[in-house]
C-alpha cells in the first residue's frame, strides 16, 4: 500500500470508529429510557410511614395501576407540579389508577408542607433511603421530581424524570 492509500484506509476506519461510537450512545441512551426497571416489586415489597409516623405496606397498591411520585419538600418543581398531580388525583378518584407521593425528606419537612399545601394523594415518608427505591425503578440519575407509571400488572410503564408534562402523562393515563 503506498502513503495515500494508507490516509484513505485511517481515515475510513477513524469514521467507521466514530460512526459505531455515536451510534452506540444512541441505543445505550435508548435503552436507558425504554427499559426502566421492569417491575414494581421493590417498591411493593417496602413498608414506609405515613406522615402521621404509622407504617404503611406498599403492597396495598398492589393490582392496581399507580402513579408513584417520589418529590421532596425543597425540590421546586417538585412543588409546582403537586397542585395539578393532586387535581388529578382527586378528578379520577381511584376509578382508573391510583397516585402516591413518596417524599425524599425527612417527616418534619413533610407534615410542614402539607400544613401549607392540600394533597389528595397519600404521602409517605421515603427519606433519603427512598433515592435507592427510586433508582431500583429506573431513576438511574437520581433527579427530582420523579415519577413511575405502573400498571396493574405491576410492569412499569412509564418513568418521568423532571417536572411532568401533564398533557403527556394525561395521554399515557388514557392509553391504561
Not at 406498599?58 to 393532586?86: D, I, R, T
Request: overall charge positive.
Amino acid at each position: 500500500m503506498n502513503k495515500k492509500s494508507n490516509k484513505k484506509h485511517a481515515a475510513t476506519l477513524l469514521l467507521a470508529g466514530a460512526a459505531f461510537t455515536i451510534l452506540g450512545a444512541i441505543a445505550a441512551v435508548k435503552t436507558e429510557a425504554d427499559t426502566p426497571a421492569n417491575t414494581g416489586n421493590a417498591l411493593y415489597s417496602q413498608s414506609l410511614n405515613d406522615l402521621s409516623g404509622k407504617p404503611q405496606a406498599l403492597s396495598q397498591w398492589k393490582g392496581k395501576p399507580l402513579l408513584v411520585n417520589f418529590w421532596a419538600s425543597w425540590c421546586a418543581p417538585c412543588v409546582q407540579e403537586m397542585p395539578e398531580l393532586s387535581a388529578l388525583a382527586a378528578k379520577d378518584g381511584g376509578k382508573r389508577f391510583h397516585v402516591i407521593g413518596i417524599g425524599i425528606d425527612s417527616p418534619s419537612n413533610l407534615v410542614q408542607f402539607t400544613q401549607k399545601t392540600k394533597v389528595s394523594y397519600p404521602l409517605y415518608v421515603g427519606g433519603m433511603g427512598a433515592t435507592d427505591l427510586a433508582r431500583g425503578l429506573g431513576n438511574s440519575k437520581g433527579g427530582l421530581p420523579y415519577t413511575v407509571l405502573i400498571g396493574a400488572d405491576g410492569k412499569v410503564i412509564k418513568t418521568y424524570l423532571g417536572k411532568l408534562k401533564f398533557d403527556q402523562l394525561r395521554a399515557d393515563l388514557a392509553r391504561l
